[in-house]
C-alpha cells in the first residue's frame, strides 16, 4: 500500500484530475449516493478521456494500488475497504450519441439515464432504464439493469452491444460480439472488475407512447391491494410491467407535494400497449377505488420519473430477495411485519413482478443472461441516527424471514452491501467469469463493487 504518495505524477500525466485527502473539496468528491457509506479511497482519478484512464491504471500498477471503476456512486456500499484503491471515477465522460435510424445509442461511461431518456422519447423510442434517472448507464448496464420495459426486452446488458474500455494492463479497447466476445460476455454482468468502461454502446426499441402510470391507496388497504396485484401477475403479457409497494414517504423537499409525509399502498405500471387493453388488464385493481389513479397514454420520458426515486444523496438500508412465487401466505406476511399496525419505519417495500424476457436466455446474452425467479423484492429504510437505524435493521430483517421461504437468490444491481459474487452466478457461468478475469486481469487489479477473483492457474 502507498500512503505517502500524494499522486502528483499521476496529476501531471493527466487532463483531469486527481483528488486526494489533502484537497479542499476531498469530502465533496468523495460522496456517495448511500450517506451511511464513508468512501475513503487512496485517491480519485477524474479523467477526461482514455488518455487520462489509461494513464490512471498504469501509476495504479506502479505503486501496487488497486483500482475501482465508479460513475456516480449509486451502489459504492458493496466495495467494502479502499486504503489501497485508486478510484476511477469517469462522472467527466459525458458524450452522447443517439443514431436513431439504427436505433442505437453510445455514451460516455459518466452518462446517467435522465441526459439521455427524453431526447429518446422525442425520437419515439425508449431504452431499457430503470426506476432512477439519477443512476448511471454503464453501471447500471454492467450489473445487469432492470427496468420498465424488462419483461418484454430483457436485462438493458443484454441489449449492450459494444463496450469500450481500457483493460487492466492499460490497454484501450471495443469489444462486441466480434471482438475480443470472452470478455464482451464476462462485462455483461461482471461489473468492473474486468476494466474501466469508458463508453458504452446499446439497443433502443420503437416506443411512441405507452399507458403507465400509478394507483394510490391508503395504507390501511395494503392486505387486498397486495393479494389482488399478486393473484393478478401470472395473468399479465410480457407488455406489461408492474410494481407494487408498501410506501411511507419521509416528509423531506425530494418527495413529490401530494404524497410528502403520507403512506400508501401503490401499484404502478408501464404497459406497451393501448390504453383500453392497459385498462382491462388493470380492471381488479381500479374496482378496489385508488385513492389517487395517475395512468394515461405517456411519451417514453414519463417513464423516467415514474417511481418517484429520490435523486439526492440519502442515508439507506436495504435488503432484497429474488423470489420464486408470492403465495397469499408472503403477502400476509409481509404486510404484517411491514403494513399497518406493523410500526414499521421501512420507507418502501417494493416487488417487482419478472418473469417474460427476464428468465428467457438468448444465446447472445452476456454473463448475466436471466434473473431466477418470478418476484424481486427491495426493501429499504433511511435511519438518521443510531436509535432508527437499529429499528430500521431490525424491519428489515422481518421482511426478510417473511420472504425466506420463496427465495429464488438476490439480484447484484439491488445489493447494498459487501457480498459473495459467487452465489450471484451458476457454476459454470461463476467458473467462466474466473477464466476470462485470470486472462484480463490475473493480478485482480480491478475491484469491481463484488468480487470476482482470477481462477488460479492450474
Ligand atoms: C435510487 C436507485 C434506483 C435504482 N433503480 C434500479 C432499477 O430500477 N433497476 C436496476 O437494475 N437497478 C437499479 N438501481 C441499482 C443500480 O443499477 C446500481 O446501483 C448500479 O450499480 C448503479 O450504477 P452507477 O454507475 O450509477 O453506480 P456506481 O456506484 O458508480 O457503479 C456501480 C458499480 O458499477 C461498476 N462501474 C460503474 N462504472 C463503471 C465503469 N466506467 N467501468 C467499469 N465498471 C463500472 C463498478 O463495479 C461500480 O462499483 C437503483 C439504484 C438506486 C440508488
Do not use: C
Not at 463496450?163 to 475480443?180: C, N, S, W, Y
Not at 390504453?275 to 385513492?291: T, V
Not at 431466477?372 to 431490525?394: H, Q
Amino acid at each position: 500500500m502507498l500512503t505517502t504518495t500524494p499522486f502528483t505524477d499521476l496529476s501531471a500525466q493527466m487532463t483531469g484530475r486527481v483528488v486526494t485527502p489533502a484537497d479542499p473539496d476531498w469530502d465533496g468528491i468523495r460522496q456517495v449516493f448511500n450517506l451511511t457509506v464513508d468512501f475513503r479511497p487512496a485517491a480519485i482519478a477524474l479523467p477526461r478521456d482514455v488518455d487520462d484512464v489509461v494513464a490512471a491504471i498504469e501509476y495504479a500498477r506502479a505503486n501496487d494500488l488497486r483500482v475501482a471503476p465508479q460513475a456516480t456512486g449509486h451502489n459504492a456500499g458493496p466495495l467494502g475497504s479502499l486504503d489501497d484503491t485508486l478510484v476511477v471515477d469517469v462522472r467527466e465522460l459525458q458524450e452522447i450519441d443517439i443514431d436513431a435510424d439504427a436505433r442505437r445509442v453510445r455514451v460516455g461511461a459518466g452518462v446517467k439515464w435522465e441526459r439521455v431518456t427524453p431526447q429518446l422519447s422525442e425520437l419515439g423510442l425508449a431504452a431499457l432504464h430503470g426506476s432512477s434517472p439519477d443512476v448511471g448507464i454503464a453501471g447500471y448496464s454492467l450489473g445487469g439493469g432492470m427496468g420498465w420495459l424488462a419483461r418484454k426486452y430483457g436485462l438493458q446488458t443484454n441489449s449492450v452491444t459494444a463496450i469500450e474500455l481500457v483493460t487492466a494492463d492499460g490497454r484501450p479497447a471495443r469489444v462486441d460480439a466480434e471482438h475480443e466476445p470472452d470478455l464482451f460476455w464476462a462485462l455483461r454482468g461482471g461489473n468492473g472488475n474486468f476494466g474501466v468502461v469508458t463508453a458504452i454502446e446499446f439497443a433502443v426499441y420503437p416506443a411512441e407512447e405507452l399507458y403507465a402510470g400509478a394507483m394510490f391507496f391508503p395504507f390501511e388497504r395494503s392486505a387486498e391491494v397486495l393479494h389482488t396485484w399478486a393473484e393478478l401477475s401470472p395473468t399479465l403479457p410480457d407488455e406489461f410491467m408492474s410494481w407494487a409497494k408498501l410506501m411511507q414517504f419521509p416528509d423531506i423537499p425530494d418527495v413529490p407535494e401530494p404524497v410528502r409525509g403520507r403512506s400508501f399502498a401503490i401499484v404502478m405500471a408501464a404497459f406497451l400497449g393501448s390504453e383500453s387493453e392497459g385498462q382491462a388488464l388493470l380492471r381488479p385493481l381500479r374496482d378496489l377505488g385508488p385513492a389517487m389513479d395517475t395512468f394515461a397514454v405517456v411519451p417514453p420520458a414519463a417513464l423516467g420519473d415514474l417511481a418517484m426515486d429520490p435523486n439526492d444523496p440519502l442515508p439507506i438500508a436495504s435488503t432484497t430477495s429474488l423470489l420464486d412465487e408470492l403465495p397469499s401466505a408472503a403477502v400476509d406476511e409481509l404486510v404484517s411485519v411491514a403494513g399497518p399496525g406493523s410500526g414499521s419505519p421501512l420507507v418502501m417495500v417494493e416487488l417487482r413482478q419478472m418473469g417474460g424476457a427476464l428468465g428467457r436466455r438468448s444465446p447472445e446474452a452476456g454473463a448475466r443472461a436471466t434473473l431466477a425467479g418470478e418476484f424481486v423484492m427491495f426493501a429499504l429504510g433511511v435511519p438518521t441516527d443510531e436509535a432508527s437505524a437499529a429499528s430500521t435493521r431490525k424491519y428489515l430483517d422481518a421482511v426478510d424471514r417473511a420472504v425466506r421461504p420463496y427465495r429464488a437468490g438476490d439480484y447484484p444491481n439491488f445489493v447494498e452491501k459487501p457480498a459473495d459474487a459467487r452465489g450471484f452466478f451458476d457454476e459454470d457461468t461463476w467458473a467462466r467469469l474466473r477464466q476470462v478475469k485470470a486472462l484480463y486481469d490475473p493480478t485482480d487489479v480491478l475491484k469491481g463493487n463484488f468480487h470476482i477473483p482470477p481462477a488460479e492457474r492450474i
